[in-house]
């Protein structure tokens, strides 16, 4: 199973990224999936979330009106839409794969891509 990240890199606030989460050994329809972030010294925290259809979204208040999750199950590929960036918004973001599957959890991870919003 992979998940691999891509699209991080150094904005100036107010700008815009677009990350990607390419998933590869895992059937990618049938996994939830998700965007977490880990800023410096902190914990990991959720960003947004997509249903495996993709008809059930979740953001963190925080990035509400200014992130959009989006998926392309054909082509096994998450995306996070990133507007408005602010310094706040600087952290490692993560790819998350979940299903359930005969009483257990699957769960896989990114490697991480870094997004860093400073002038």
């Known amino acids: 199973v992979q998940l691999v990240e891509s699209g991080g890199g150094l904005v100036q606030p107010g700008g815009s990224l677009r990350l990607s989460c390419a998933a590869s050994?895992?059937?990618?329809?049938?996994?939830?999936m998700g965007w977490y972030r880990q800023p410096p010294g902190t914990q990991r925290e959720l960003v947004a979330t997509i249903s495996n259809g993709g008809g059930t979204i979740n953001y963190a208040d925080s990035v509400k009106g200014r992130f959009t999750v989006s998926r392309d199950n054909a082509k096994n590929t998450m995306f996070l839409q990133m507007s408005s960036l602010r310094p706040e918004d600087t952290a490692a973001y993560y790819c998350n794969a979940k299903r359930w599957r005969w009483g257990q959890i699957q769960n896989y991870w990114g490697q991480g891509t870094q997004v860093t919003v400073s002038s």
């Open positions: 050994g895992i059937t990618f329809s049938s996994y939830d």
